[in-house]
């Protein structure tokens, strides 16, 4: 009888034991589908890191790219700048000399010009030369 006793209490502890063992074995289940979900959640992050990695790389490519037009455009635009003034001081310059040869009666293209049509009309085949040239 006691042997009865005994095996009723061991299969009362054998079953008492695999319920815990199924209740441990669920919330073992559940966490290694929380880490499976965590891990695809992370993958997918690390995923759109890389991206927003690449597409910063891109932007800042760009960025340097128009930087250097930017500076390029700065110096032709500095170097067009001293073109026009170094053209404006020449034809300041040259307006100063004719100006100046006008009042001399000296040179310059307006006397010239006058002289050339003075000699035309005394020498129509000139005239008609000059305007040809």
């Not at 079953?15 to 815990?20: C, L, N, R, V």
């Not at 960025?63 to 073109?83: H, K, P, T, V, Y």
């Not at 020449?90 to 009042?103: I, P, Q, V």
Request: with cysteine.
């Amino acid at each position: 009888m006691q042997r009865e006793i005994d095996l009723r209490e061991t299969a009362k502890a054998l079953a008492d034991e695999q319920q815990a063992h199924d209740e441990q074995k669920a919330i073992i289940d559940a966490l290694n589908g929380r880490l499976v979900e965590a891990e695809q959640t992370l993958e997918q992050r690390r995923a759109d890191v890389l991206a927003a990695t690449q597409t910063c790389a891109s932007v800042q490519a760009e960025q340097r790219n128009a930087q250097r037009n930017l500076d390029e455009l700065g110096n032709r635009l500095r170097r067009m700048a001293g073109d026009l003034a170094a053209l404006e001081h020449a034809a300041t310059s040259a307006c100063a000399l004719g100006k100046s040869a006008d009042r001399t009666g000296r040179g310059g293209y307006g006397s010239g010009r006058a002289a050339g049509e003075n000699a035309a009309h005394r020498d129509p085949d000139r005239g008609v030369r000059t305007d040809r040239e």
